[in-house]
């Protein structure tokens, strides 16, 4: 039973263009989310988080977007970069450990 | 500041060994918590320790333990190691939350690599 679904294995973007990557999840008892991103070789690194009681947060080239009501939130990165790819894993907490998603793989190309 | 320092890199073992693996916390960290990662999974949370204590616990069996040191240093021991344990450990660290709506920030270090034959 998989709290916390990411449907897109891979994502390929262009330079400069936006990248959306989007994540659901099931347990309605989720009040924190995160963003984590991985290089190969590397340990997951926080990107940007969004509690509950907010519909969006913005970090400069990052913004996370949820929607309680569907149960769905996505990462924007705007512009893209070459550096920007990795695998994205998204995450939820309820007070509790952090349940990953199986990650979203970001290709972008110059 | 040194961050998260996982040790070793890379292990392999044979089936029915048994493998410790060492975290240490970036500094001012209290709380250390270890995750699996499988290939192609996401990580998956294990246990959680804090004061030397394990806190929280994942759905892992009794052959997955741990330890916390005074120094907040913690080890990962897996008995009696079979193939599906093969997967790239994660320790990450954290200053314990105690509560309400603010969530410290997990940080991870980079993994040791555990291939079962």
């Known amino acids: 039973d998989q709290q916390v679904k990411q449907n897109s294995p891979s994502l390929s973007v262009q330079e400069g263009r936006i990248s959306i990557l989007n994540c659901d999840y099931t347990?309605?008892?989720?009040?924190?989310f995160l963003w984590y991103k991985k290089y190969p070789a590397e340990g997951p690194t926080f990107l940007i988080s969004?509690?509950?009681?907010?519909d969006k947060n913005e970090d400069g080239r990052f913004t996370v977007f949820l929607n309680k009501s569907a149960k769905h939130l996505s990462l924007h990165i705007v512009p893209s970069q070459p550096g920007d790819s990795a695998v994205y894993f998204c995450?939820?907490?309820?007070?509790?450990?952090?349940?990953f998603g199986k990650g979203t793989r970001l290709s972008v190309i110059a | 500041d040194a961050g998260v320092t996982q040790s070793p890199t890379h292990l392999i073992k044979t089936r029915g060994q048994q493998v410790t693996l060492r975290c240490s916390p970036k500094?001012?960290?209290?709380?250390v918590s270890w995750y699996q990662q499988a290939l192609g999974q996401g990580p998956q949370f294990i246990f959680q320790?804090?004061?030397?204590?394990?806190?929280q616990r994942g759905n892992f069996p009794d052959r997955f333990s741990g330890h916390q040191f005074p120094n907040y240093s913690s080890e990962l021991n897996v008995n009696a190691l079979w193939l599906g344990d093969s997967a790239l450990y994660l320790c990450?660290?954290?200053?314990?939350?105690?509560?309400?709506?603010?969530?410290?920030?997990?940080?991870f270090g980079p993994g040791t690599r555990l291939t079962v034959l």
């Open positions: 500094s001012g960290h209290d709380t």
């Open positions: 995450a939820a907490s309820a007070n509790t450990p952090l349940v």
């Open positions: 320790y804090y004061e030397e204590e394990e806190r």
């Open positions: 969004i509690s509950s009681i907010k």
């Open positions: 347990n309605s008892m989720f009040d924190y």
């Open positions: 990450a660290s954290s200053l314990l939350s105690y509560g309400g709506m603010e969530y410290n920030e997990q940080f």
